[in-house]
C-alpha cells in the first residue's frame, strides 16, 4: 500500500507544499517607532539614532504578522532584519502572530530569525538627523541583546550574514537604495527554496516596490506598509505580486 503524506497547510510556519512552483518574498517597514511621536525622547536617550517602538508600534507589528498569517498563500520560512531596535522589536511581534493560531502559540523554531546589517536604515543624513548620529560613525549594535529580543528559539545563528559589517555612514541615497535591491536578491539567491520576510526601514521597502515594477514611484511607506514579492522557484527575475500600506504614483507619461 502506498502511503500519502498529510496535506500540509501553507499558512501554518514550515507548512506548504515540499516544492514550490514560485519562491516569495515581503518586505516590511518596522512599526511606530518614538522619536516620531515623542519629539523629546532623542534630547536624553542614549542611542538617539535608535529608537524603539511605541505601544502602538508593537501592537500594529503583531497585528501586521496575524494578517499576513491570514492573507498569505504561502508560508514564511525565514526571517531576517536589520540590527535597528525597531525592526528587530517589530521582528518579534510578527513571528510571535506569524507562530500563533486562535490564541494557541505555535513552536517559533519553525520560523528560523538572523540579523542582517544590509537591511539596515540609509547611513545619512536624509534617514537620520546629523544630532542624532553617532559623533564615531559607530552604531555599536550589541548583537546578542538584539537576538535575545527575539522569540525563544527562532533565532538561527548558522546564518553568514550577506554584509559581515554595516555600511559606512555617509552613504548616498542612491548607495542605499542600491544596496536595498542587492540585499534582497542576494538574501533570495542564498536561500531558494524558502519563503522569506525582511524587516527594514521605509527607503528599503519603497525600493522593494519600484525596483521590481515598472514606472511607478513610491512617496511613502506608512508603518509595517510591506510588498510581496515572487519569482519562479528556480530563479529569475521578481514581480511585486501585492502590497500594502504603501503610496506610489505612475511615472508614465
Known sequence: MESSSPARNPNHPGGGDLQQRYQNVVVMRHGDRMDNFDENWTKTAARPWDPPLIDAGLTRAFDTGRHLRASLDFPIHRVFVSPFLRCVQTAAQAVTALCSADGVAIDPSKIKVAIEFGLCEMLNTEAIKPECAPPSGDFAFNIPELEALLPA?????????????????????????????????????????????????????????????????????????????????????????????????????
Not at 527594514?200 to 514606472?215: L, P, Q, T
Not at 511607506?221 to 506610489?248: D, M, W
Request: some cysteine.
Open 153 to 253: 528559539g527562532a533565532v538561527d545563528h548558522t546564518v553568514k550574514r550577506v554584509y559581515e559589517e554595516m555600511p559606512q555612514w555617509g552613504e548616498s541615497v542612491a548607495a542605499a537604495r542600491t544596496r536595498y535591491t542587492e540585499i534582497i536578491k542576494a538574501l533570495a539567491d542564498k536561500y531558494p527554496a524558502e519563503n522569506l520576510l525582511l524587516v527594514s526601514h521605509g527607503e528599503g521597502v519603497g525600493v522593494s516596490f519600484s525596483a521590481f515594477s515598472v514606472d511607478k514611484t513610491v512617496y511613502e511607506v506608512q508603518y509595517c506598509g510591506h510588498t510581496e514579492l515572487r519569482r519562479p522557484a528556480q530563479g529569475g527575475e521578481f514581480e511585486v505580486k501585492g502590497s500594502n500600506g504603501i503610496l506610489y504614483c505612475s511615472t508614465r507619461t
